[in-house]
C-alpha cells in the first residue's frame, strides 16, 4: 500500500518545495499576513474538504488523505508564487525601511564608547516618530512645531558638557554628535546635480513642482516663488523640511523678492528715478569713505548716506549702488569663470567679489537664494 503513495509524495515534495520558498520570502519581505492567510487556505479551505470527502466518500483512505494534502499544499504555494512574481519591491523596499524605523533598531542606553544608531529620523514628520524616538526628542526640548519646522530647541544653545546624561543619550540616539551639537543643520543638496539627489530627495523635488532641468538650473519652482510657508500645502511642507528648508529660510526667498527687483522688469524706471534723485546721491560712496561728489554741506549734513544703515538708506540709493558695483571691473576678476557672476554660489565668489557684495546689502544666504531663483538686482 505504501509504494502506492511514493508518486504522490514525490509530487508533493516538488510542489511543497516551492510553496516553501514562496512562503518564506513573502515572510522576508514583511508579509507575514498574506504568507500566512494562503497557508491557512490551503490547509481549511483545500486539504481538509478534500480529506474528508475521499475518505468519508470516495472510500480511498491513506492515498485520498495524501492525494488531499498534496493537493492543498499544491495550490497554497502556486498563490504565494503568484503574490511573488506580481510583488512591486520598490514600494515593499520603503515599508519595510519604515517598520525597521517604527521598531527601531536602537535601544537608549548608555555606554563608554557613546551610543551609536542607524536610524535618522531628519525627513520623519512628528506623527511618523516612533514613540522611543518622540521621547528622545522631548527630552532635548523638541516639541511637534519645533520639530515639523526644523527649528532647534533652547537647549541647543547650551555647551554638550552642561547636558544632563538622559539629554545627551537622547540626542545621540536621535543622530547628534558632540562635535556638531548646537550647529547640526538638516541636510542640504544645494550643491547636488539632479542625478545625485537621493530618490527621497528628488521626490520632494518633485512635490515642490522641480524637473530634471529647473533642479539643474538653480531655479525655484516658478508656481512657488510667491507663496509664503503656511500657504504650502502639508505634503509641500514636508516635502520642503527634506530638502533643508525651515519656515525661516522659506519665506527668506519672498523678503528677497520683493527688497530686489527683478532685471527684466525694472530697468528703464530705476534709470529713471536716478536720474530724477541724482543730485541726492552725491556725497554717496560705496566704501564709507570720502566720495568724488561731495558737495559743499555734505560734512554737515545729519543725513548723509554714508551715516546710515544700509537698510535705511533710500530706495534710489541702493538702486544706484547695486548699478555701479555690479557693473564694475571687480566681478571679472576671476580669470577662470566668464560666467554672469549672479549664477555663481557665494562659497565661489572670491574673497574680493564677497566683500563687494556684503557692501550693497547682500548676505551669503541672500546671494545664494538670488542665484537659486534667478533674481539679479537692477
Given amino acids: 500500500m505504501f509504494s502506492e ?18 512562503w518564506t520570502i513573502l515572510g522576508a519581505s514583511g508579509r507575514v499576513g498574506l504568507a500566512t492567510a494562503t497557508g491557512f487556505l490551503g490547509s481549511w479551505g483545500v486539504t ?21 494534502i498534496v493537493i492543498g499544499y499544491s495550490c497554497s504555494g502556486a498563490m504565494n508564487s503568484y503574490f511573488l512574481m506580481r510583488s512591486n519591491w520598490e514600494n515593499l523596499a520603503r515599508k519595510i525601511q519604515k517598520k525597521n524605523r517604527n521598531y527601531g533598531v536602537a535601544k537608549i542606553a548608555p555606554t563608554d564608547a557613546g551610543i551609536e544608531t542607524t536610524i535618522n529620523y531628519d525627513y520623519e514628520q512628528w506623527e511618523e516618530l516612533p514613540d522611543h524616538a518622540k521621547d528622545a526628542a522631548l527630552l532635548i526640548g523638541f516639541d511637534e512645531d519645533r520639530w515639523n519646522n526644523g527649528e532647534n530647541p533652547e537647549l541647543f544653545e547650551s555647551p554638550w558638557e552642561a547636558l544632563q546624561v538622559q539629554e545627551r543619550e537622547a540626542a545621540l540616539f536621535l543622530g547628534y554628535k558632540q562635535e556638531e551639537w548646537g550647529s547640526r543643520q538638516k541636510e542640504t543638496f544645494e550643491d547636488c546635480d539632479w542625478s545625485e539627489l537621493p530618490d527621497d530627495a528628488q521626490e520632494a523635488a518633485l512635490t515642490l513642482g522641480h524637473t530634471e532641468s529647473t533642479w539643474n538650473n538653480n531655479k525655484k519652482c516658478d508656481a512657488l516663488v510667491e507663496v509664503s ?12 523640511i527634506a530638502l533643508g528648508y525651515d519656515e525661516e529660510k522659506w519665506n527668506d526667498g519672498l523678503s528677497i523678492a520683493s527688497s530686489i527687483s527683478l532685471h527684466e522688469e525694472g530697468g528703464s524706471k530705476n534709470e529713471h528715478r536716478r ?41 534710489y540709493v541702493q538702486e544706484a549702488a547695486r548699478e555701479h558695483v555690479l557693473e564694475s571691473d571687480i566681478w571679472n576678476s576671476n580669470d577662470e569663470r566668464d560666467e554672469d557672476v549672479m549664477n555663481v554660489l557665494w562659497h565661489e565668489l572670491s574673497q574680493e567679489q564677497q566683500e563687494t557684495a556684503i557692501l550693497i546689502g547682500f548676505s551669503d544666504n541672500m546671494w545664494n537664494m538670488c542665484v537659486a531663483n534667478g533674481w539679479r538686482p537692477s
Fill in 5 to 22: 503513495l511514493v508518486p504522490y509524495i514525490c509530487v508533493g515534495n516538488v510542489t511543497l518545495m516551492f510553496g516553501s520558498m514562496s
Fill in 229 to 240: 510657508w503656511h500657504d504650502l500645502s502639508m505634503d509641500q511642507q514636508e516635502a520642503a
Fill in 275 to 315: 536720474q530724477e534723485h541724482q543730485q541726492d546721491t552725491t556725497g554717496f560712496s560705496l566704501d564709507g569713505d570720502s566720495s568724488t561728489h561731495h558737495n559743499e554741506d555734505h560734512d554737515n549734513n545729519p543725513d548723509s548716506f554714508e551715516e546710515r544703515d544700509w537698510s535705511e538708506r533710500p530706495d
Fill in 48 to 68: 481538509l474538504p478534500l480529506s474528508a470527502l475521499s475518505t468519508l466518500f470516495l472510500g480511498y483512505d491513506l492515498q485520498g488523505m495524501v492525494s488531499a
